[in-house]
């Protein structure tokens, strides 16, 4: 099936225009985690045209994954996700180069050498911190996480802004599984990606502006670090 | 005056963003604390402080943007204008 751009990204281009869609597919993305966040997040991302999307996982699906990672299904139980997710992403839309780099993040991994961005998806704050220390400077970082209901979405410029991991010391990684649901999941990683999208155009909203959302009331607040 | 702002869990939990305190010579993270604790109906201190009364893990404390397990943690000073800041952010993803 042959499609023109034009046609693909029609509905879009006509709420952005077509400058900011050719930014988006010149640019890359490297996506941190494609379960909960990540799936939503990248397939977001893919289908609104990016033009290279590197993806780090380490981790095969399971039934509790099911419920809010919007790549899989159940005949992918037991399956790496990372070769899933490159493969359901290239359904979505072929014109995305995806690149797996398989592995857990710790302070050893070696990001991309040149992305315009990099989306935390990830579910637990130590790779989170290491994560940030790899990066160089100049890189924007957008962090969501989320438990229950609550959930926060920040961006950070490395090198000019308070890094992550001093601004989030002491944040706890709960023992055991954090609470979270489909809803709350797709909301946060809603968000990134409209950051994400600002971050590409340059215009980022939220840096060093955590948008700290709040389910249960409807509530979004800012916290400035 | 003081600004103290709560957020997610901490909101709900107070059923309030922000309240303005008296600042008052001297003024440390922890005597601020207990201050906005005698101020409150609500029990919210066992949400940031163990049993010896030290900060746990789970709710990030910033005074002016700056988070104060790299300051003096509680004994951090606090000056009149400051804005503290009570957080505890979502890990999962």
Known sequence: ?225 | MLQIQFFSLLRLLLKQNSMDLAWVEGDTVQTVLDRVQKQLATPFLHKLLDDRGTPHAGTIILVNRRNILHLQELQTPVANGDVLAFFPPGAGG
């Open chain 1, 1 to 225: 099936m042959s499609v023109t751009d034009a046609e693909r990204y029609a509905r879009q281009v006509l709420h952005w225009g077509e400058e900011k869609q050719r930014l988006i597919q010149q640019s890359s993305l490297l996506v941190a985690g494609v379960g909960g966040l990540g799936a939503t997040v990248s397939q977001l991302l893919v289908r609104a045209g990016i033009g290279s999307l590197y993806l780090v996982d380490d981790g095969c699906l399971d039934w509790p994954d099911l419920n809010r990672q919007t790549l899989y299904g159940e005949k992918d139980i037991g399956r790496a996700k990372l070769p899933l997710a490159r493969e359901r992403l290239n359904q979505i839309n072929a014109a995305t180069r995806v690149i797996e780099l398989p592995g857990r993040i710790d302070d050893a991994f070696q990001p991309p050498a040149k992305v315009d961005g990099v989306a935390d998806c990830l579910d637990n704050y130590r790779s989170r911190f290491a994560l940030y220390r790899t990066l160089a400077d100049g890189t924007f970082f957008v962090h969501g996480g989320l438990h229950g209901d609550n959930g926060q979405v920040l961006t950070l410029l490395v090198g000019q802004s308070q890094p992550f991991d001093e601004i989030f010391a002491g944040a706890r990684q709960p023992l055991g599984s954090v609470p979270v649901t489909p809803d709350s999941v797709v909301i946060i990683a809603g968000l990134m990606v409209n950051e994400l999208f600002n971050v590409l155009w340059r215009t980022p909203k939220l840096l060093d502006r955590c948008l700290v959302v709040g389910l249960a009331d409807f509530s979004m607040a800012f916290l400035e670090v």
